[in-house]
C-alpha cells in the first residue's frame, strides 16, 4: 500500500480480500463487550463477498482479542441463506491459521446472483446468534481509463466510472521488473460527479516510485519510478451494507470500536456485498503501444 493511504478503509478493504488479520477481533482489555440486557453482543463477523464467487468471513467470539486470534475448535453453527429462496448453506472453516495466529474463517459458496441478498448467521452452542444481511450489487463499474499509462498527462492517470451507487474502493495494480505489486488504492481521492458517477486521478508516478523504494535502498533523495510493462485497474461497488464516507475516512481504532461502523446484528463487524470490474491500463513506451495483462 502506498504511504499516502493510511484510512480505516484501505486497511479494511485489504483485510476483506486477503483475510488478514489486522482488522479483525476484540481487544478484550478495553470494557465496551460488556453486554447489556438490552442489546447484547456476541461476535464479530467481518468479509468480502463478491460478485460471483463468493468470500470468506472471520467469525470471532467477542471475548477472543485482536492480539491471540481466536482459540479453542469452532462450537458456532454458521448458516449463508439466499433470502429470496431460503435455501441456505451450513459453511465450513475454510482455514484456521493467517500470519501465525489462529482464526477461524467460513467459505461461504460460489455462484451467487447478481442483485440478490443473502444472511450470514452465526449460533453459538448456547443459542446466542449474530447476524449479517447483505446485497450484491445488480451491476458491474463502468470503467473508462481516460489516459494510458505514460500520456500527455504525465504520470497522472485520469479514470472515470458509472454505475456505482456506493463506491467501496479504486486500486492500480503494477507489473514491474520486480514482479507484480501490491494495489495501490485511491478510493479517497475519488471525486463524485453524478448519482452513480465518479472520477479519480491517479498519480502513478508515486506508486512507481514508491515500488523502486521497496526493492532498493537509496540513501540519496528520491528513488527514481519503476517501469510499468503492465497495469490494471479495478473498480469496486458495495451493497447496502457498505458505511459509506463515514467509514472511508475512520480511523483504525474507530473501524474496530462496536457499532461505530458496523451492519451485524446482535454483534460487530462488516460484511458487504460487492461487485468488481477490473480493466488493464494502456502502457505506452517511447513509439509504442501495449496492453498487456499483470499474471496472477
Known sequence: MSRQDGSGVFRFLGVLVGMTVLLVGCDTTVPVFENSQDDPLYYSLYGRISYPDGGTIRVEPLRDSIL??????????VTFTKVSTGEADTLEVHSRQVDQLPVRNYRTPGGLEAGASYRIRVEGPNGNASSARITIP???????????????EGYRVRVRFGAVERLAQVSMKYCTRYGVSPPYRWTRRSQAVGDDKFRAYINTEENLRDITARHTENDFGRPSPATAQAASLTVTAAGPGWPGRDFNIST???????????NVQQGVGIVVGTHSTTTEVLVRERRQHTLSSCPE
Not at 68 to 77: F, I, L, Q, Y
Not at 252 to 258: G, I, L, S, Y
Open 252 to 262: 483504525f481504532k474507530e473501524t474496530v470500536a462496536p457499532n461505530r461502523v458496523s
Open 138 to 152: 445488480e451491476r458491474a463499474p463502468e470503467v473508462e481509463v481516460v489516459d494510458s499509462l505514460y500520456g500527455e
Open 68 to 77: 491471540r486470534g481466536t482459540r479453542g475448535e469452532a462450537s458456532e453453527v
